[in-house]
């Protein structure tokens, strides 16, 4: 009789003992994201031109207002958003705004140089080789788009097409006091 006890007595702890688990590990994330969430740093990472030429973000892009998108020429979004992401470029180059766009490593190199010439694309294009999109929280979805402060606070996170109206404000604002 002691054996099915003890049994019975196991099986009780055993869920029991991974639900605990569970909350302690949720009430950590909970706070781990709270406490940096709005505290976000850009990673320190180096983007490779389509010339070749490399810049990075503790160097090059330091004191610098800039936005990261992370596209692909096969991502219907990317395309969609890509002539607002232009203008948005255009209208804020003159203020100092920097703009690298960094095509995913599974974008075919002769595609992303084939769309960037003939779209003149006038910002700063990258191919990646996956350690950029790692260091920017492992982004995997396309269109991503970080917008970086002088600070190299990371602003805001656009998964998808941005709403162009909120992000002329935010670059308005991180511009107007980068001035």
Same mark, same amino acid.
């Given at each position: 009789?002691?054996?099915?006890?003890?049994?019975?007595?196991?099986? @009780?702890?055993?869920?029991?003992?991974? *639900?605990?688990?569970?909350? *302690? &590990?949720?009430? +950590?994330?909970?706070?781990?994201?709270?406490? /940096?969430?709005?505290?976000?740093?850009?990673?320190? #990472?180096?983007? =490779?031109?389509?010339?070749?030429?490399? +810049?990075?973000?503790?160097?090059?892009?330091?004191?610098?207002?800039?936005?990261?998108? /992370?596209?692909?020429?096969?991502?219907?979004?990317?395309?969609?958003?890509?002539?607002?992401?232009?203008?948005?470029?255009?209208? /804020?180059?003159?203020?100092?705004?920097?703009?690298?766009?960094? &095509?995913?490593?599974?974008?075919?190199?002769?595609?992303?140089?084939?769309?960037?010439?003939?779209?003149?694309?006038?910002?700063?294009?990258?191919?990646?080789?996956?350690?950029? @999109?790692?260091?920017?929280?492992?982004?995997?979805?396309?269109? =991503?788009?970080?917008?970086?402060?002088?600070?190299?606070? +990371?602003?805001?996170?656009?998964?998808?097409?941005?709403?162009?109206?909120?992000?002329? #404000?935010?670059?308005?604002?991180?511009?107007?006091?980068?001035?």
């Amino acid at each position: 009789m002691s054996q099915t006890t003890e049994a019975t007595s196991a099986r @009780a702890k055993s869920p029991l003992r991974y *639900i605990v688990m569970a909350l *302690i &590990a949720g009430v +950590i994330a909970c706070t781990g994201y709270f406490a /940096f969430g709005g505290q976000q740093r850009v990673p320190d #990472a180096t983007f =490779t031109l389509l010339s070749g030429q490399k +810049i990075s973000t503790s160097a090059d892009l330091k004191g610098k207002v800039y936005l990261v998108n /992370f596209w692909a020429t096969s991502c219907e979004t990317c395309m969609k958003e890509m002539p607002d992401m232009i203008n948005t470029y255009n209208k /804020f180059k003159g203020r100092g705004l920097e703009f690298v766009a960094v &095509a995913m490593s599974y974008d075919a190199p002769m595609y992303v140089s084939n769309y960037a010439q003939t779209r003149n694309l006038p910002f700063k294009v990258a191919m990646d080789d996956g350690s950029a @999109a790692k260091q920017f929280g492992n982004v995997q979805l396309t269109p =991503t788009t970080f917008v970086i402060d002088k600070n190299g606070k +990371i602003l805001k996170r656009y998964v998808g097409e941005p709403t162009f109206a909120e992000l002329d #404000a935010l670059l308005d604002k991180a511009l107007g006091s980068a001035a």
